[in-house]
């Protein structure tokens, strides 16, 4: 028996000489004048006349055989096309991950789309923000936020303090120089908020939907491991449009 990844193998190669036989029969059947023949013979007047040789042209391309070439080509490609799609409603197969089913019963179908939406959530995952490293990070209940302890800080004020140089005489006044001082003034108390995840539950995401993207690549294996009937259907489109 034929098996359905076996049909998926071989439909490309199939669309592509098809394509190819349809492109050079339309190609044919747009010169007129490989379409075109004539057969023509001279007899002159009378037997003293001149005498010319015989002329001709041959047809090169008729539009029946080109039909039937194209049919046979395409045939080829319905059947194959139609035993793939056939077989895509019929074959199916679990999604397992750890042993447990998380779908069960699934179409080809539906695997294929199931695939590229893991790799799109994959992609989204992958770019989580998180929280950062150097911080000591606890969950908030009343916020539903990741918070850091309180940190209390120092805010300090520039005052101006004045630094002797040289203490006044009766010749000359004193010599001062103004230098400022930072004097503490008040405390900031600071927490932290944030909204992004720990790495270890990014990790844990990751780790979650790869294991599902290899389940659902198995099952679609699984289910193109599936025996398929060949499907006939290009004679009965065909033996329709050109019979």
Not at 138 to 147: A, G, M, V
Not at 159 to 170: G, L, M, Y
Not at 195 to 217: D, I, S, T, W
Request: proline share 5%; with cysteine; hydrophobic share 40%.
């Amino acid at each position: 028996m034929t098996k359905l990844n076996q049909i998926i193998a071989v439909e490309k190669g199939v669309k592509g000489k098809s394509l190819q036989d349809i492109t050079a029969a339309h190609h044919k059947v747009q010169k007129p004048a490989l379409l075109a023949g004539i057969s023509r013979t001279y007899q002159p007047k009378d037997e003293e006349g001149e005498q010319l040789p015989p002329e001709s042209a041959r047809v090169q391309i008729k539009a029946e055989e080109a039909l039937r070439e194209m049919s046979a080509s395409l045939t080829r490609l319905f059947d194959v096309t139609a035993t793939k799609d056939w077989a895509n409603c019929s074959a199916r197969a679990d999604v397992i991950v750890d042993g447990r089913t998380v779908v069960g019963e699934v179409p080809v179908s539906y695997l294929l789309f199931l695939e590229k939406q893991l790799t799109d959530l994959h992609t989204f995952v992958k770019k989580l923000p998180v929280l950062d490293a150097s911080e000591s990070w606890s969950l908030d209940p009343s916020t539903d936020l990741w918070k850091t302890d309180p940190v209390r800080t120092i805010r300090t004020k520039k005052v101006p303090r004045n630094h002797v140089k040289a203490e006044a005489t009766d010749k000359h006044p004193a010599q001062v120089d103004v230098y400022y001082e930072d004097v503490p003034i008040g405390y900031w108390t600071t927490v932290k908020f944030s909204g992004a995840l720990p790495a270890r539950r990014v990790n844990e995401l990751l780790e979650r939907v790869e294991k599902l993207q290899h389940a659902v690549k198995f099952a679609r294996e699984e289910a193109n491991g599936a025996e398929v009937t060949d499907r006939r259907v290009g004679d009965a489109v065909f033996g329709y449009l050109f019979g």
